[in-house]
């Protein structure tokens, strides 16, 4: 076993995932590289300290420099605000440090565009945090994908809601402005990942992208609640993707179905350790969606549970992408998602936006 150093930028909701996760991938996966915490970043003093000592890191900074300037860390988690991503992975990448970042990988297509240069050039690992397509679940409906058991895809279904907004009289706060902050940049970057991943590249759409609640205790909301958007993909396939940070009722809102020429499949996070599979190659009286639970069988479940149908949660999908980046680090090599992968969605976040402005239909190619 070898040790390497970890760096996270960001000691918020997503910096304390990422170091428990880092703290917990080497014995759940018996990894080869062996991560030890080295120094993690927040924007006080006192959070920095308390971060470091709740997490076990060896030393805290404010200076989100100090982390890809220290000899001692080989890779940089960034999970700070959209904003700083590009300043911070091009410095990193100049320092020679694998990097890790949070979705959406830039706060426009031009930093993610500069950000995937910079990181192909150093040669470097570079990875885009997609957590929610890494489920056994997930991974196990791109596996029956691939393999034809639903035949040619004619047509995808998505949605990212959740309703942690839907109350106006909630007050205003920093979800609420800063365009990367709303919907498009915070829920939608992760359905259009797992409508590319499970069904390829999208070639046109039209959107409408709106504010439900334009006033709150507080001040104005300048950014956006909810969006749908209309697309065709590369494969000829229709689609329809929705996201809201409004929804009433839904807590965890990840879903889709997809029709195929020989079945369909559908999956929803609120209930992420199941997979429904219909086929027409059953017998008529018995046709009908099959519930499938996962278990060890399906792709980086073992590693948490010998027993199906126990399940997995939230936090292990973290702990897949930290074992999914070690990995590519030990190997030399990039695993999916990238930041090639974090930059297409940009592309496909940018395109909505331009779409639903104009009231078009518009070709991913022009972004």
Same mark, same amino acid.
């Given at each position: 076993?070898?040790?390497?150093?970890?760096?996270?930028?960001?000691?918020?909701?997503?910096?304390?995932?990422?170091? %428990?996760?880092?703290?917990? &991938?080497?014995?759940?996966?018996?990894?080869?590289?062996?991560?030890?915490?080295?120094?993690?970043?927040?924007?006080?003093?006192?959070?920095?300290?308390?971060?470091?000592?709740?997490?076990?890191?060896?030393?805290?900074?404010?200076?989100?420099?100090?982390?890809?300037?220290?000899?001692?860390? *080989?890779?940089?988690?960034?999970?700070?605000?959209?904003?700083?991503?590009?300043?911070? %992975?091009?410095?990193?990448?100049?320092?020679?440090?694998? &990097?890790?970042?949070? !979705?959406?990988?830039?706060?426009?297509?031009?930093?993610?565009?500069?950000?995937?240069? %910079?990181?192909?050039?150093?040669?470097?690992?570079?990875?885009?945090?997609?957590?929610?397509?890494?489920?056994?679940?997930?991974?196990?409906?791109?596996?029956?994908?691939?393999?034809?058991?639903?035949? *040619?895809?004619?047509?995808?279904?998505?949605?990212?809601?959740?309703?942690?907004?839907? *109350?106006?009289?909630?007050?205003?706060?920093?979800?609420?402005?800063?365009?990367?902050?709303?919907?498009?940049?915070?829920?939608?970057?992760?359905?259009?990942?797992?409508?590319?991943?499970?069904?390829?590249?999208?070639?046109?759409?039209?959107?409408?992208?709106?504010?439900?609640?334009?006033?709150?205790?507080?001040?104005?909301?300048?950014?956006?609640?909810?969006?749908?958007?209309?697309?065709?993909?590369?494969?000829?396939?229709?689609?329809?993707?929705?996201?809201?940070? &409004?929804?009433?009722?839904? !807590?965890?809102?990840?879903?889709?179905?997809?029709?195929?020429?020989?079945?369909?499949?559908?999956?929803?996070?609120?209930?992420?350790?199941?997979?429904?599979?219909?086929?027409?190659?059953?017998?008529?009286?018995?046709?009908?969606? !099959?519930?499938?639970?996962?278990?060890? %069988?399906?792709?980086?479940?073992?590693?948490?549970?010998?027993?199906?149908?126990?399940?997995?949660?939230?936090?292990?999908?973290?702990?897949?992408?930290?074992?999914?980046?070690?990995?590519?680090?030990?190997?030399?090599?990039?695993?999916?998602?990238?930041?090639?992968?974090?930059?297409?969605?940009?592309?496909?976040?940018?395109?909505?936006?331009?779409?639903?402005?104009?009231?078009?239909? &518009? !070709?991913?190619?022009?972004?």
């Amino acid at each position: 076993m070898s040790r390497l150093g970890i760096g996270i930028i960001g000691g918020g909701y997503m910096g304390k995932a990422h170091a %428990a996760a880092y703290g917990s &991938v080497g014995t759940l996966f018996e990894t080869t590289l062996r991560p030890e915490l080295e120094m993690v970043c927040a924007t006080s003093i006192s959070s920095a300290e308390k971060y470091q000592k709740n997490y076990g890191f060896k030393s805290a900074t404010t200076d989100w420099k100090e982390v890809v300037n220290n000899p001692n860390i *080989d890779a940089v988690v960034i999970a700070s605000p959209q904003s700083t991503h590009c300043e911070i %992975a091009l410095a990193a990448f100049k320092n020679r440090k694998h &990097v890790f970042c949070e !979705k959406p990988l830039g706060a426009s297509v031009e930093e993610s565009r500069t950000m995937l240069t %910079a990181a192909e050039a150093s040669g470097m690992v570079h990875m885009t945090g997609f957590n929610y397509i890494r489920t056994p679940a997930s991974q196990y409906a791109r596996q029956l994908i691939v393999e034809g058991r639903i035949g *040619d895809i004619t047509w995808f279904r998505g949605e990212h809601t959740e309703d942690f907004l839907a *109350d106006p009289s909630i007050p205003t706060n920093w979800r609420t402005t800063g365009k990367s902050n709303g919907t498009m940049g915070d829920l939608a970057p992760h359905m259009i990942n797992a409508a590319r991943a499970l069904v390829g590249p999208i070639s046109s759409l039209t959107a409408c992208v709106e504010t439900v609640h334009a006033n709150r205790p507080g001040g104005k909301v300048t950014n956006d609640d909810q969006a749908q958007m209309m697309c065709k993909f590369e494969n000829g396939a229709q689609g329809h993707l929705f996201f809201s940070r &409004v929804a009433t009722g839904r !807590k965890m809102g990840y879903a889709y179905e997809i029709h195929g020429t020989k079945g369909s499949i559908k999956f929803d996070q609120e209930d992420q350790n199941a997979l429904h599979l219909y086929t027409i190659d059953s017998v008529e009286k018995e046709r009908g969606f !099959k519930k499938i639970l996962t278990g060890p %069988a399906h792709p980086d479940y073992k590693a948490f549970c010998q027993g199906p149908g126990h399940g997995t949660g939230y936090q292990d999908q973290i702990i897949i992408e930290a074992n999914d980046f070690l990995r590519a680090i030990h190997e030399g090599r990039n695993i999916w998602p990238t930041f090639s992968e974090g930059m297409e969605v940009n592309r496909v976040v940018s395109a909505a936006l331009d779409s639903s402005e104009k009231n078009i239909w &518009v !070709k991913i190619a022009d972004y």
